[in-house]
């Protein structure tokens, strides 16, 4: 089974984080692809970013289709373009905050999202409702920490996750963690020793339900809405994502 993970933003070292993750989490068999997005930000922090990085997410979908790629993770906790994947995609394509929550609702009554800046958090809690998660997330968390914060050594980021994650414990009365950005796949484990409760990074999580759904046979329903997407010509920079069959 072929797994391709996409790490929406652009920054090829946070794309290294993600694969790990991804590899580790895989079962034997697995092969893991992991794609860094060849254009668009960075990082993906605000609507904007969001809306940008969905381009380079399609092309990588769509190569993905070509090099017959069995199902899809999107690597970035604002889950950007997750149905225009899908509509891309024959095979399963998962977003890593889709994939945390619902597992995270598997294991404990309530759970606290730790994500990265305030504004940031908003995205998060659009998605808690828009996936129904109203009566298992707690709060969402943010410790102001700029993504590529994550990769840098000064910005004490594991010693501010750990205590927002102290924090969602204590205060929000969570019984797990979700780790609300793909840069922090690398922390979960550690996290998780140290807190003693389930704590979910979304990378992994993601690939063992797409291993799961491609075993069973299943992909995205390619009736009504996220069907192929209708043929028809796009103008300008963008003419080369014109859906062909
Ligand atoms: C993210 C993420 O996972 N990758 C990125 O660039 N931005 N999301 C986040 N909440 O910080």
Redesign the pocket.
């Given at each position: 089974m072929r797994i391709k993970v996409i790490?929406?933003?652009s920054?090829a070292s946070?794309t290294a984080v993600i694969a790990a993750a991804a590899r580790a989490a895989a079962s034997h068999g697995t092969e893991i692809v992991a794609a860094t997005a060849p254009c668009g930000?960075v990082?993906?922090?605000g609507h904007y970013?969001e809306a940008v990085s969905v381009i380079g997410l399609l092309e990588e979908i769509r190569s993905g289709e070509r090099d017959g790629c069995d199902g899809y993770v999107v690597?970035?906790?604002?889950d950007p373009g997750l149905l225009a994947a899908r509509e891309a995609a024959r095979g399963p394509v998962l977003g890593?905050a889709e994939a945390a929550m619902h597992a995270a609702s598997f294991l404990a009554t309530g759970f606290s999202v730790v994500?990265?800046?305030g504004r940031?958090r908003v995205?998060?809690e659009h998605l808690v409702r828009s996936y129904g998660m109203e009566h298992h997330c707690r709060r969402v968390r943010a410790t102001d920490l700029a993504?590529l914060e994550l990769d840098d050594p000064a910005s004490d980021a594991r010693a501010k996750i750990l205590d927002a994650c102290r924090r969602a414990l204590d205060e929000d009365g969570s019984g797990a963690i979700v780790l609300?950005?793909?840069?922090m796949a690398d922390l979960a484990a550690d996290l998780q020793g140290e807190l003693g409760v389930p704590v979910i990074d979304g990378v992994g999580i993601a690939v063992r339900f797409v291993e799961a759904l491609c075993g069973l046979g299943l992909g995205t329903s390619k009736r009504g809405d996220l069907a192929f997407p209708i043929r028809k010509p796009f103008a300008g920079a963008l003419a080369d994502l014109a859906w062909r069959d």
């Open positions: 790490n929406p933003n920054t946070m930000p990082s993906i922090e970013d690597a970035c906790f604002g890593i994500t990265t800046l940031t995205i998060a993504v609300g950005c793909a840069g």
